[in-house]
Each structure stands twice: as C-alpha cells, then as structure tokens.
C-alpha cells in the first residue's frame, strides 16, 4: 500500500510540474509537427511492463502505471505547448485477462498529466513458450493505442514485439524488440500534411513479486528514452 501510495504521490508532483501543457498542432511547422510526432509515439506506444509467459485461463492482472518520457525534440514540445519540456510523465491504468492456448487479451486507459492528451489501447499476446524451470518464456505482442483530446489531430500507433523472460524466484528479468508504427493526420484547416513512421522499440525490465506485483522497465525509442514503473495485484 505504501508503494502504492509513493506511486501517486510522484503522480500528483507530475501533475503540478507540468500544469497547462496542452498540445495544439494548428500553427506549428511541418517539421515540428513531425518531430513531435515521433516523440508522442514513444510517450503512447503499449508498454510491457510483465514478463513474457501467459497469465493461463484463469489468470488476470490489473495495473497501475506510472512513467516518464525524455524527449527528443525539445523545440516541437515547446512550440506545440507554448512551454519548455524535456521530460513528458504519465500513468496508465492495465487489465489483462488470460486465454486458452497460451493467449492474453489486455487494454489501457491513460493520460499524459497537465496536458490534453488522452489515450486507449488493445493488446493480445501469444507465449511460444510459456517457461519453466530450465526454459525461458518467449511471447509474441500486438498492440495499439489511439490518441483523443488534441484538436486537429488523428494519431495512433501499432506495434509488433517479441521478448523473453526467464524466472528467477520472485524476480523476473525480461527483454525484448519490437517496431512502432506510428500514423499522425492533421486536420486540412492546419495546413499540414499527414506524418507516418516506423521505429525500432528496445525494452527491458523486471517484475517482481513483494505482495504486489511490481515492474520496472525501459524504452529506446526513436531516441526517447522511457521509464515505467508498475504497480499490480492479480491472480
């Protein structure tokens, strides 16, 4: 609980460090209208945060998540938000429902604090190997999230990854690669053209079960680096 609570304390300092930081696409360049693109992919794309082996027919997860996003173009930032921004923070909320045959179904409602943005997403899991005591747990992951709450802006991403876990007691190191795809419309009213992109995800973490189940994990992508910590219960 006191996890927990650290969680949303940090939260609520993100919420105030980053006060009024709405995005607003009309009257940027075309160029910072890329640039910010990219970097909202590796602030939006799904993020694991668990190891690679299938929760099993019965099993079921629910998460709180709370990360922060160093960017990389800290000039479309400040032109979209009329503020100087080097890091973007934000939370998430996950629940996940195992399936036969190795399959999990999951989805996520999250929201960037200060800003307009938000999100939701869909993933489904396939685990190769579910792991045991001498084999790694393989999985393989689609996922997709969609953006609201930007005027004149259509954004989404799609992401393909596959990763590797291999338990260690209650400690579970993972790692994996995936590609981002990412597609960025822009109202015609904004003069802008569409922006569509494809980057390479690198991730690694570990979960580890103190009464909660907890994660920490971190992105490379299109130069961002992400940092994501999770706090969940589930059977």
């Known amino acids: 609980m006191r996890r927990i609570l650290l969680a949303l304390g940090l939260l609520a300092l993100a919420v105030s460090a980053h006060a009024n930081n709405n995005i607003t696409v009309s009257g940027l360049s075309q160029t910072d209208f890329n640039d910010l693109s990219t970097d909202l992919s590796a602030v939006t794309s799904y993020k694991q945060v668990e190891g690679s082996s299938s929760l099993g027919l019965a099993g079921f997860d629910f998460g709180l998540n709370v990360g922060d996003t160093q960017v990389n173009h800290k000039t479309a930032w400040a032109a979209a938000t009329g503020s100087s921004v ?3 923070p ?4 996950t629940v996940s429902k195992g399936l036969p045959f190795g399959f999990d179904i999951g989805g996520e409602y999250s929201a ?6 938000k999100l939701y997403g869909l993933e489904g899991r396939y685990a190769i190997l579910d792991g045991g005591v001498a084999e790694p747990a393989v999985s393989l992951r689609l996922a997709y999230n969609h953006i609201t709450g930007v005027d004149n802006l259509s954004y989404s991403t799609h992401s393909l990854d596959v990763s590797v876990s291999k338990g260690i007691g209650p400690i579970t190191p993972y790692a994996g690669v995936g590609e981002v795809w990412l597609s960025s419309t822009p109202d015609a009213s904004t003069g802008l053209t569409s922006f569509s992109q494809s980057n390479t995800d690198f991730f690694a973490g570990f979960t580890f079960e103190l009464g909660v189940h907890m994660a920490l994990q971190y992105d490379h992508l299109a130069g961002n680096s992400t940092y994501t910590v999770k706090f969940g219960f589930g059977f």
Do not use: I, R
Not at 90 to 93: C, G, R, V
Not at 112 to 117: A, E, I, K, T, Y
């Open 112 to 117: 960037l604090p200060g800003s307009n943005v």
């Open 86 to 88: 080097s890091n973007v």
């Open 90 to 93: 934000f939370w998430n909320l």
